[in-house]
């Protein structure tokens, strides 16, 4: 029997999702809400995931507010857009977090930083904000940044084959990355886990 001490309340696990081009038809730089376009089957993954128990969190590098295309509040627009989506579905996101940084982008945002994948501040961030048992969570995305991300975090990476994920399966060694058509693919492999 497995028992917690009042002290110390059991992790979570957690599923990680990379947003432009894993979540939704990547874009290029989305900064207006209507151009965003969910892949098939995406709100039904995310319920399916809540539903068994894992907390789903968006990881989103947004360089362009570093580059100066569009402000962090058009960010949150998109992240308000999705929940509004997504509710009509029956579910939400847990949580999104951002990183507006890039070493090259104007100030205040032009920063080499730990939050960009594919270094794991934002997993860590979220991993202590929400109690997220790391080992036994999971980072779902289409960049080599998103794989890099989860590893560096003690995740587990899978990548999937939409958005830039075709290129990065090319630069990625088979062996060494689980490799999904889709999101929903992916979220069908965690559940069968569980």
């Given at each position: 029997?497995?028992?917690?001490?009042?002290?110390?309340?059991?992790?979570?696990?957690?599923?990680?999702?990379?947003?432009?081009?894993?979540?939704?038809?990547?874009?290029?730089?989305?900064?207006?809400?209507?151009?965003?376009?969910?892949?098939?089957?995406?709100?039904?993954?995310?319920?399916?995931?809540?539903?068994?128990?894992?907390?789903?969190?968006?990881?989103?590098?947004?360089?362009?507010?570093?580059?100066?295309?569009?402000?962090?509040?058009?960010?949150?627009?998109?992240?308000?857009?999705?929940?509004?989506?997504?509710?009509?579905?029956?579910?939400?996101?847990?949580?999104?977090?951002?990183?507006?940084?890039?070493?090259?982008?104007?100030?205040?945002?032009?920063?080499?930083?730990?939050?960009?994948?594919?270094?794991?501040?934002?997993?860590?961030?979220?991993?202590?904000?929400?109690?997220?048992?790391?080992?036994?969570?999971?980072?779902?995305?289409?960049?080599?940044?998103?794989?890099?991300?989860?590893?560096?975090?003690?995740?587990?990476?899978?990548?999937v084959l939409t958005g830039y994920g075709e290129e990065t399966a090319?630069?990625?060694?088979?062996?060494?990355?689980?490799?999904?058509?889709?999101?929903?693919?992916?979220?069908?492999?965690?559940?069968?886990?569980?």
């Amino acid at each position: 029997m497995k028992t917690v001490s009042a002290n110390r309340p059991e992790l979570r696990r957690a599923v990680f999702i990379d947003r432009d081009g894993t979540l939704h038809v990547e874009k290029g730089y989305l900064c207006h809400a209507e151009d965003l376009e969910f892949f098939p089957g995406v709100p039904q993954a995310i319920g399916q995931l809540r539903q068994a128990g894992f907390l789903v969190i968006v990881i989103t590098n947004q360089s362009g507010v570093a580059r100066g295309y569009f402000t962090l509040f058009e960010v949150n627009l998109v992240h308000r857009h999705i929940q509004a989506l997504l509710k009509r579905e029956g579910t939400t996101i847990d949580a999104f977090y951002v990183c507006p940084h890039h070493p090259e982008g104007i100030p205040p945002f032009r920063t080499t930083c730990l939050c960009r994948k594919g270094h794991p501040g934002m997993l860590l961030q979220a991993a202590a904000d929400f109690g997220i048992d790391l080992p036994n969570s999971f980072m779902i995305g289409d960049k080599t940044s998103d794989i890099e991300a989860g590893r560096n975090a003690g995740c587990r990476p899978l990548l999937v084959l939409t958005g830039y994920g075709e290129e990065t399966a090319r630069k990625i060694l088979p062996e060494n990355v689980l490799t999904f058509a889709d999101l929903p693919g992916a979220v069908e492999y965690i559940l069968s886990l569980s």
